[in-house]
T-cell receptor, first 110, second 114 residues
Framework: DAKTTQPNSMESNEEEPVHLPCNHS???????IHWYRQLPSQGPGYVIH???SNVNNRMASLAIAEDRKSSTLILHRATLRDAAVYYC???????????FGTGTSLTVIP | DTEVTQTPKHLVMGMTNKKSLKCEQH?????MYWYKQKAKKPPELMFV???????INESVPSRFSPECPNSSLLNLHLHALQPEDSALYLC?????????????FGEGSWLTVV
């Protein structure tokens, strides 16, 4: 029941910014946008989340479109350790559903 | 303590065996989740417990039987599995209410059915 669309893969050069896009055209007013990433052989880990306003934390920034139908995860300086699959997920306001989309596999080139 | 601990890390079982996967968290979370992940695929939601009660079952076959004995523990009982059930099984937890709450995942249990 994935409600997000992401590119299958992206590449970035090390130490350059990376913009990972996500479309979620059916988002409802109470859905939060979450980003998780999964490193090889590990469980997914939290990156950032937001509702309407842009968000920053020590790992990344989240830019949310004004109509909330898309968002972009920004890694300011990619490192080799950022190579992972990045998932954009809508968390519904009413329940505990948390469905993963197909994700974007990020390759960082030294 | 922001950990979700899963045991065992690796499990090999025959199709006639009965085994269990275990998950534990001590963050006071009242929602716990089981996901199944096949290679190069995203995690698929199987079950959700909220306040120790099963709230979501994503039409999972009955050979998978979840159990939530208390607010810190979540088990997944396995019986008569098929080779196609071989996968990474992920446990997760979160505060039960609020879509803005973070979900914490364990490292997973790698299951091989022979």
């Amino acid at each position: 029941d994935a409600k997000t669309t992401q590119p299958n893969s992206m590449e970035s050069n090390e130490e350059e910014p990376v913009h990972l896009p996500c479309n979620h055209s059916t988002i409802s007013g109470t859905d939060y946008i979450h980003w998780y990433r999964q490193l090889p052989s590990q469980g997914p880990g939290y990156v950032i989340h937001g509702l309407t306003s842009n968000v920053n934390n020590r790992m990344a920034s989240l830019a949310i479109a004004e109509d909330r139908k898309s968002s972009t995860l920004i890694l300011h300086r990619a490192t080799l350790r950022d190579a992972a699959v990045y998932y954009c997920i809508l968390r519904e306001g009413t329940g505990n559903q948390f469905y993963f989309g197909t994700g974007t596999s990020l390759t960082v080139i030294p | 303590d922001t950990e979700v601990t899963q045991t065992p890390k690796h499990l090999v079982m025959g199709m006639t065996n009965k085994k269990s996967l275990k998950c534990e968290q001590h963050m006071g979370h009242r929602a716990m989740y089981w996901y199944k992940q096949k290679a190069k695929k995203p995690p698929e939601l199987m079950f959700v417990y909220s306040y120790e009660k099963l709230s979501i079952n994503e039409s999972v076959p009955s050979r998978f039987s979840p159990e939530c004995p208390n607010s810190s523990l979540l088990n997944l009982h396995l019986h008569a599995l098929q080779p196609e059930d071989s996968a990474l099984y992920l446990c997760a937890s979160s505060q039960a209410r609020g879509p803005g709450n973070t979900i914490y995942f364990g490292e997973g249990s790698w299951l091989t059915v022979v």
